[in-house]
Structure formats: C-alpha cells, structure tokens
C-alpha cells in the first residue's frame, strides 16, 4: 500500500496546478495539518492518504493533462510520463448510505457522485474506485454511469479453468482485504462519474451487542468548494433483529433520527446540506434486551429463482447477559514455525499467543507445540494454569518460536490429541495457527472426523486461524466444522495479534456444549449446512443454517450441556419470515460451507450448488468469476435500432472485462514447499518510480534518476541531449513540488 500512498501524494501535488471556477484555488487543509503531513512524508508516504471512505481518483500519466475542465488555467506545460501514475483524488458531489442490519449481518449500498475536476475537457484519464469495506466484508456488486457509457459487475460460471487468479488485476480486484477497486479507462476531462457500490459485512458482537462498522472518513480534499456545489449527505439505516424482543439502542456515530418501528423492525434516517463530508466513520450499535440464553427458529419458502427446491432454516442464538459459567479447559496450542513464518508473522503469533495464555484461569490446562519439519513440545504433558507455569512459557517460546523448516500439520495434531485423551474434568480444545498449505489435508480431515466421532462428546473441540493466501483456508474452515470448533484468519500482518485474540476469545468461552436439536424427526428432510452443530460461546451468537422439507412444528426444543454438566433446555418459537430476506443474510455462510464440503469430498454436485448460489446473490465463490461489463450506447437513429431489432443484434456494445485477484484460492503448496513469505496482501515488492526514460548518450543512468545532481556529478559534463532531457525533469519536478531537487538539477545547487 506504500505506492498506493505514493502515487495519490504526488496526484496532491498535481492538483496544485489546479485553479477552480471563481479563480479559487483547491481546498486546502485544515490548519496545522500541512507541516504534520509534511513530517510524515518526510519518513516515507503517509499512510493517512490511504482510503478511509469510497474514493474515486485520475490515475495520471501525463501530467500535461491535469488542468481545470472549463477555464484553463494556463499553467506552463509539462513535458514527459509518470511511471507509475501520480493519482489525484476526485471531488465528491453526491453521497447516499444505506445499510441494512439483520441477524448478524449488514447488507450496504452506497451511491455517490464524483467530477473529473482535474483534467481538461480535451483529453482523457483512467478512473480509479476504491471502496473500502467492513468486517469480512464479501462484494456484492457494482454499477457506474458516465454519459453514455454504464459499466456492472457480474458474476458468471468460470469460464477459463487454467485462468490463474493473481493475474492482470488493473481492471479491479482487492487492493488489501476488505478494499475493493475498479479501474475505468478513458475517461473524459470535466465527467461525472455515478457509481453505486453493493457489499456485505459482518456485525461485530461483544458483551450482548451488535454494531455496524464503514468507513466514512472522508479526508479534507474531495470537498467541493462551498459557493461551487451544494453537498448533501443521505444516510439510511434499517434493524431486524429477528426476534420479538425489545431492541435497545446503544450509540451512533452519525444523528440518525428514528422513522418508525415495524414489528422487530426499526428505521432511521439522516439527511442533510453539510459544509464537509463526513470526517468519521459511521458507526450504530444495539443489543436485544436477553438476561439470558434466548433465540428462534426462522424459516423462509423455496422461491423459484433459489438453487435448491427445498425451504430454509436458520437456528439463531443469543448468550445473552446472564453471566453463565464458562467451561473450564484444556488447551493445546499448534503453532506452524515453518521458514515461512519468518518476521512480522511469527512476532505477531508469538504476542497472540502469550496473551492468550495470560487470559487462561486457574484451574485450566495447557500445553504449546511448535512444529516445522520437528516437533517441540512445552511440557510432555498437561500443564495447570498457576503463575509459575505461566511465566516459565516466556522463556520458551522465545527460544522455540523460530521460523525454519518445512510443515507438517498432521503430526502435531496427532500428538495433541494424545495429549487431551485422558481429560475428563474439562473441556479438551485445540488451536491451530499456520500459514502453509499440505499434501494430506484431505486425509486429515478424515482422520480427525474418525477420532471425534469414536469419542463422541469428550471430543476435542479443534478451532482453526490461516495466516495469509498461502494456506488452504477452506480446509481450515472443515476441519474447525468436524471440531466444533471456530476458524478465523488474517490476511494481512498488522491484523494478527488482534485477529488471534477475538478468535480465542470467542473459542475458549463456551458455555454450552454438545448442541442438539429435537422435535425434527417428523420432517420429511433436514441438513445443516456445517459438519456438525458448534458449542455456544459467551462472545458470539450462534447461527446454524441447512435445508428442509416438511413443516417445522410452532416451537423447537435445543437442547445442551452447562459447564457443570446439568442439561439444560431451550425452547425456541418458529418464526415465519416476510420481513428478512433469510436467503440473502446467509448466503457468504453457506457458500463457504458448502464450498468446504465439496472440496474435501469432491462431490461435483456441491460445486453445482455453490455455483448456482453464487450466481443468484451474487456473491463470488470459488466456482464462478466477477466480470465487468461495459456497455457503449452509440447514437443511432430510430431507424437503424428497428433495423438491429429486426436482425436479432444488440443495440449497444458490450464488453466483458474478468476481474482478478478476488478469490482466497484452495491453498499453495507450491509456495509452502518452497517457504515463501509473500502470502500477505499487503506483502508485495516494492515498485520503483522512474518520471522519465528518455535519457541517451553520456549520461544512460540519468533515466534513472528524478534528482539528477548525482549524474552530472558522475559524468562531471553535459551534452545538449542531455541539457534537454533535464529541462523536462525540471518541468515535472516542478509540478510534483520537488522545488529543492529542480534548484540542484537546473542551477547545480547554487542559488538564485
């Protein structure tokens, strides 16, 4: 993401050239905020230049072209190319927020309305969108008008199977996880650019409640200026908790004023003519008023456009505030050391991980395995939890945690169910942390479905975390599912540490266990979409969807185990749905599931179904690709659109353009073999700047150089070749505001 910073601080510097309508220079920073900004560039890009809301940028090659669009501003002309391109942030005229809350998941639209300001009417630009998404957030879809040209994404069955997906992704694809762009070339000087956004996320849940987290943090430089554009903000907001209980609001960023209140639904509305956009993120949090354990059974029909005939279920369940006592524990840590590892990764585990032992309770077990190609043990058995025990891990992990060597998954997992075999007054748990993909995933998979099937409900609980795009991170997803365990993962460095903690945490709660579920023996059919049915955790609401035929009785009795082993009894109302599209709020569940059956089983009939439910919501999988299609409607007469209707031809121009790089892929073990460290999105080589390449003759090291004070002095002369060259570096320096380097180049470093 450093070019990312890079290209839009020199696309800032560009847009100085800038003088709006009225004679008005750009908007400029709020005080004190030009010398922070300055300091930081100083030690390298400004990561605060990075996307905090959606953005749309000029993607400049040729700075000659950065101009106002109806008044010239007559700027001296700049000669020669950016590579890579500078990118200036587009003003924002428009911007309409609309987010839907059901269950544990938000559906959101935005819309908004950008001006190409920066480029003169008589040439042309690539646009760059970015848009930048909550928690897990999955895209969903996109839609961008300018003039007479509309572009849409859509996703189709994978067409090209030899395809690789880390290709040739200009037109679009994940700049970071969770950051969406699109690119749309050829953009006219002076355009506006509409452009509606779709994507799904999930709610964040902590202590009974649920909030909504986007980015909204729109920075000071795509403000219109005020005597210029009138800017109105929209923001729409709608809950359906699914339950016929109180639902009590917590906070909100932003003031949303209640509209009304439907049932279990509530509505809320901003609108209003703003001096700037939204310096804040938006923010909205509620809880569903529980002292205790509490939920319902939703069912929704089979419509016609849906995948399977059968109708769907959702089983959802909330801890609630009671307080219940969690399962004590016995816990095993795997930790992948392969070379892989090596840096940021593993510091960031090794934190993770030596917090989360802190977070132990007295009474608990522990133990910690390394593996590589060996195996490193911390104890030859179950340790207590006491503060000795504790603290002597410091020192171990330390010394153990390093990075070297292959992987291999099997063996550890073996030894750790060894190790949790004799446990009996606590609940046995595994976690896994690796970043590697293997041979025999399949096999363990099988193996570890044996074992806790012939243990039954002393079982291991396994919980799976993947470290970056090298790992397979569906196998990770099934074998938590044969566990009744949880899987995260954190697709970029920074996330780790804290990715870890939330997913131990949420594992290591459980205060029910062995989930079962009666008064379903009369339906004529029931699946559940994962292996087996998870424990339910103080941090996390429980959400178990499948498929059935039959009719679902009024009530449904869970049933389950408490941390002193006393049954316990929940009796859940059946709740026929008209307000929440049950469908759409499970559709990314259900996709990764199925996905992870049909991988380990290989079973051609699940791929079909993954298919056909990514294409209906559509929600890219694993089986099916996003496309961008443009479509150019050219000015043609009445007559000639009869004559192209008569002939069967279409009336526009489409064209299909494959985004790349969207999907997490099925593991490289290639990559693992090999060690390779670079399976983080934000883990790239770095790019190197080059303004221009025209130098020749003398001075071939001129072309790559932007301050070439450093040439001349190791040429010690200077042709006219060269002389010209520096003209034009001095031109684009210049309006880059490298004001120092064009005194070195252009007077030697004397002054004038």
Same mark, same amino acid.
Request: one cysteine or more; charged letters at 20%.
């Given at each position: 993401m450093d070019e990312f910073a890079r290209a839009v601080e020199d696309g800032l510097k560009l847009s100085k050239r800038l003088v709006l309508p009225g004679g008005l220079p750009p908007p400029r920073p709020p005080s004190g905020m030009d010398r922070t900004v300055s300091a930081a560039a100083a030690s390298g890009p400004d990561p605060r230049l990075l996307p905090t809301a959606p953005m749309a940028y000029a993607v400049v090659t040729d700075p000659g072209a950065v101009d106002t669009p109806d008044v010239p501003s007559y700027q001296p002309y700049v000669y020669g190319r950016l590579d890579p391109p500078a990118m200036i942030p587009l003003q924002m005229k428009e911007v309409d927020l609309a987010v839907d809350c059901a269950l544990d998941a938000a559906h959101v639209t935005l819309r908004a309305r950008w001006w190409l300001h920066c480029i003169t009417r008589s040439r042309e630009c690539?646009?760059?969108?970015?848009?930048?998404?909550?928690?897990?957030?999955?895209?969903?879809?996109?839609?961008v008008t300018i003039g007479r040209r509309s572009l849409n994404t859509q996703v189709i069955e994978v067409e090209d199977h030899t395809v690789q997906n880390h290709v040739n992704i200009e037109s679009g694809s994940l700049l970071k996880p969770q950051l969406f762009f699109l690119t749309i070339s050829q953009v006219e000087g002076g355009a506006d650019i509409y452009a509606t956004f779709r994507w799904s996320q999930k709610l964040l849940y902590d202590s009974g409640r649920f909030s909504v987290d986007i980015p909204f943090r729109f920075p000071y430089f795509v403000n219109p200026l005020p005597k210029v554009f009138m800017k109105r903000e929209k923001i729409q907001l709608t809950v359906n908790s699914g339950f016929s209980k109180e639902v009590l609001l917590q906070g909100t960023s932003h003031p949303l004023k209640e509209k009304g209140r439907h049932g279990d639904k509530l509505s809320f509305m901003h609108e209003a003519v703003v001096e700037n956009w939204s310096s804040k993120d938006f923010n909205f949090s509620y809880s569903v008023y529980s002292a205790d354990l509490s939920g319902a059974v939703l069912v929704q029909p089979a419509t016609?456009?849906?995948?399977?005939?059968?109708?769907?279920?959702?089983?959802?369940?909330?801890p609630g505030s009671g307080n219940r006592k969690v399962f004590r524990k016995a816990v095993v840590f795997i930790v992948d050391t392969s070379g892989s590892m090596q840096g940021k990764p593993l510091d960031n585990v090794k934190h993770a991980v030596s917090t989360a032992l802190s977070e132990l309770a007295q009474g608990d077990y522990f133990n910690i395995i390394t593996f590589n190609d060996e195996l490193h043990s911390f104890?030859?058995? #179950?340790?207590?939890?006491?503060e000795k025990t504790i603290a002597s891990t410091t020192d171990w992990i330390n010394s153990n945690f390093v990075a070297e060597g292959g992987t291999d998954i099997m063996h550890p997992l073996s030894e750790a169910m060894a190790l949790l075999s004799s446990v009996h007054d606590a609940l046995p748990q595994i976690y896994l942390i690796t970043d590697g993909s293997v041979d025999d995933e399949h096999n363990i998979c099988q193996t570890m479905k044996t074992e806790i099937t012939n243990r039954g409900s002393k079982c291991p609980r396994i919980s799976t975390f993947g470290l970056g795009l090298h790992?397979?991170?569906y196998?990770?997803?099934?074998?938590?599912?044969?566990?009744k365990g949880h899987y995260d993962a954190a697709l970029e460095t920074a996330s780790i540490e804290s990715r870890i903690l939330k997913w131990f945490g949420r594992a290591s709660s459980t205060i029910v266990a062995n989930i079962s579920i009666d008064d379903i023996k009369h339906l004529d059919d029931f699946e559940v979409d994962s292996e087996y049915i998870p424990d339910i955790s103080a941090k996390s609401p429980l959400c178990v969807s499948g498929k059935y035929h039959g009719k679902f009785p009024d009530t449904v009795v869970v049933k389950g185990y408490l941390a002193d082993m006393k049954e316990i009894s929940i009796e859940l109302k059946v709740q026929h749905l008209k307000e929440i599209p049950l469908d759409k709020v499970l559709t990314?569940?259900?996709?990764?599931? #199925?996905?992870s059956k049909a991988w380990l089983s290989a079973d051609k009939q699940l791929e079909r179904k993954v298919i056909k439910l990514s294409i209906q919501n559509g929600l890219l999988s694993e089986y099916t690709e996003m496309v961008l299609l443009e479509t150019y409607l050219d000015k043609v007469d009445a007559t000639q659109k009869v004559k192209q209707k008569l002939k069967g031809k279409k009336g526009p121009d489409e064209r299909r353009i494959p985004l790349y790089g969207l999907k997490l892929g099925f593991g490289d073990k290639d990559a693992t073999r090999e060690n390779l460290i670079t399976g983080f999105g934000d883990a790239r080589p770095e790019e190197k700047s080059v303004i221009l390449k025209k130098a020749s003759g003398c001075c071939s090291r001129l072309a790559d150089c932007l301050c070439c004070m450093c040439c001349i002095k190791a040429c010690n002369r200077m042709n006219d070749q060269c002389a010209i060259v520096m003209a034009q570096v001095c031109a684009a320096l210049s309006c880059l505001g490298c004001y120092e380097c064009c005194s070195e180049v252009c007077c030697g470093g004397s002054e004038s």
């Open positions: 690539d646009v760059r969108l970015v848009v930048p998404m909550g928690e897990q957030g999955s895209i969903l879809g996109a839609e016609l456009r849906d995948y399977d005939d059968r109708d769907m279920f959702c089983i959802f369940l909330l104890s030859s058995c #179950l340790e207590q939890v006491n790992c397979n991170h196998f990770l997803r099934m074998l938590a599912s044969i566990g990314t569940q259900q996709i990764n599931l #199925l996905t």
